[in-house]
């Protein structure tokens, strides 16, 4: 996976956690989170 | 206990950019995962909580990106097609003396450049000019940062200026207001450090002469373009005035007649133009039919953290005005470009898809480091972290901390090579001391994001740009050793005036002290 999918990945946890954040469903935002979480991660994963 | 830990997230920022050298976006992807897990663990911010300050920081990062992503792709396309050879031709054409070319080029031709593009493209082009022309390639490196650096806050479209006003939520118009006062100390200090560049105290001299009538020029076009509301036109057109000023007074001194001909290629200079007087235009036309209206905005709910840190709704957040945000006026003048290249019979489908390319190339680095930035600035003053560690600093410090705040903005750019991420991480950080001080707001705004502005040319992304844009690559400290005193300087002349207006004056400013 190269950075530039790691970037599109943020449009997805964007409108979880819109939703969420409107809803107040917490389970759906904990995903949300976490999704966010491992994108910062793998940028010491992915190179390119 | 709570201090050290509001604390950590920008320690960890700092560690990682100054010391383990790591790049921003990895820098800023430890910091704001440690921001989520202290504001989780010890400042009583729930899931909910954490999806609002983290969704906040991600509808920010769409404004100040979106501008970004049309800059570059705009300045690119330009660059693709030749029409920024065609202007930096023609410039030359009308400047024949050195010392007028240095200043006139390293001072307002590449702050001219920063109003449209920034994000570096001073500096790539500005410098191989300067070489090309004959002058120090050391001098040229040096030159730039600094000459340009001045205009780094309202350049861009404005990026900058509005990611600390959407950050801090003051009011836009009063922040560049205040951002003004000191840019105008900002624009005079580069423009003599050019000239002693150039010549040391002997050009300086020589320098006052274009450097002060050219500043005041260009402070009350800011003022004046500032009262019109046209905000992300304020850099760009700012610097254009004083590239007039200055020509028109080496014109009267030096008489140099006119030229013979303008330089024109497949485009004439007209056409090369062409997309910076569409969105000049289209701001303007924009601005007098008034369709502010027509907008697109984020909602969010009221909560309050189990330490009882309150944090209010929002029913209209990072709002982006159709007919007002620098993207949709940037793309409508990209069409306009496009009208003219393929009138003009230099259209190739090969060099848009380049276009295109080194746009995604340029933008992604940069998109991931805002976000991750974005949201840790958000996740901290939601949590009430950054209001927590403005009240200390702010209780040490005392009184004299208008002194120290202009290099907070400085270590801000410094450590990531920009001004819209330091606006980000300290803007909150130095309006909440401010607060907290019972001092006026919007100076010590203006104050963050023009010191901010200056220390932009400190950047090391900046510095690696132009050492490879000038052929010193390896010679990276040679360019700081020059470049670090002007801007320490600047910011402590800015350091004291921000003392005198907020402690000795009690400047107000919107109203408010």
């Given at each position: 996976m190269s950075k530039k999918w790691l970037a599109l990945m943020f449009i997805p946890i964007f409108l979880i956690l819109y939703y969420s954040s409107n809803s107040g469903n917490t389970a759906i935002g904990l995903v949300g989170i976490l999704w966010f979480i491992f994108i910062a991660i793998a940028q010491f994963i992915v190179k390119r | 206990m709570q201090t050290i830990l509001s604390f950590t997230p920008l320690l960890i920022l700092l560690s990682c950019l100054?010391?383990?050298?790591?790049?921003t976006s990895k820098s800023g992807a430890l910091s704001v995962i440690a921001a989520i897990i202290i504001a989780f663990l010890f400042f009583g911010m729930d899931i909910f909580g954490l999806t609002v300050a983290m969704s906040k920081g991600m509808s920010l990062a769409l404004y100040v990106l979106l501008i970004i992503w049309s800059a570059v792709f705009l300045y690119h396309l330009v660059y693709e097609f030749e029409a920024i050879d065609v202007i930096n031709k023609n410039i030359i054409i009308f400047i024949k003396d050195p010392f007028t070319q240095f200043l006139l080029l390293s001072w307002l031709f590449s702050s001219v450049l920063q109003g449209i593009a920034g994000f570096g493209v001073p500096v790539i082009i500005v410098v191989p000019i300067l070489i090309h022309l004959g002058f120090n390639p050391l001098l040229s490196v040096a030159a730039v940062l600094l000459g340009h650096s001045w205009s780094v806050s309202f350049g861009s479209m404005g990026s900058s200026f509005f990611a600390i006003t959407l950050v801090t939520g003051l009011e836009q118009q009063i922040t560049g207001y205040a951002m003004a006062i000191f840019d105008f100390v900002a624009m005079n200090m580069m423009g003599l450090t050019v000239c002693y560049i150039y010549g040391k105290w002997e050009y300086v001299k020589k320098g006052l002469l274009y450097v002060i009538p050219t500043s005041l020029v260009m402070i009350s076009v800011m003022f004046a373009v500032l009262s019109l509301n046209l905000l992300s036109l304020v850099g760009l057109t700012t610097a254009l005035s004083g590239l007039v000023t200055m020509y028109i007074i080496y014109a009267i001194k030096e008489?140099?007649?006119?030229?013979?001909e303008l330089y024109a290629d497949k485009l004439t200079l007209g056409k090369a133009l062409l997309p910076y007087t569409t969105i000049v235009g289209l701001s303007l036309l924009f601005q007098a039919l008034k369709l502010g209206q027509y907008s697109i905005a984020f909602k969010y709910p009221a909560f309050v953290t189990k330490l009882g840190y309150e944090v209010a709704q929002q029913a209209s957040y990072a709002k982006i005005k159709i007919?007002?945000?620098?993207a949709p006026i940037i793309a409508m003048s990209v069409i306009a470009a496009i009208i003219a290249y393929k009138r003009a019979g230099i259209w190739e489908t090969e060099k848009f898809k380049n276009v295109v390319n080194k746009t995604i190339n340029k933008s992604i680095g940069t998109t991931i480091s805002l976000v991750f930035l974005i949201t840790m600035a958000l996740v901290m003053m939601d949590s009430g972290m950054t209001t927590t560690l403005a009240v200390k600093v702010s209780e040490i410090t005392?009184?004299?901390y208008p002194f120290f705040a202009p290099y907070v903005g400085v270590l801000g750019s410094f450590i990531t090579g920009s001004n819209t991420n330091s606006n980000v991480i300290f803007g909150k950080f130095q309006i909440s001391v401010a607060t907290a001080l019972g001092v006026n707001t919007y100076i010590m705004a203006g104050l963050q994001s023009i010191s901010g502005s200056i220390g932009v040319s400190l950047g090391p992304t900046t510095i690696l740009m132009a050492s490879s844009a000038s052929g010193l690559s390896g010679q990276e400290s040679e360019i700081y050793k020059m470049v670090i005193k002007p801007v320490l300087l600047t910011a402590a002349i800015m350091g004291v005036l921000n003392y005198l207006l907020?402690?000795?004056?009690?400047f107000t400013l919107g109203g408010v002290l």
């Open positions: - | 100054l010391i383990f050298k790591l790049t008489k140099p007649g006119k030229p013979d007919f007002g945000h620098p005392g009184r004299f907020l402690v000795v004056f009690q």
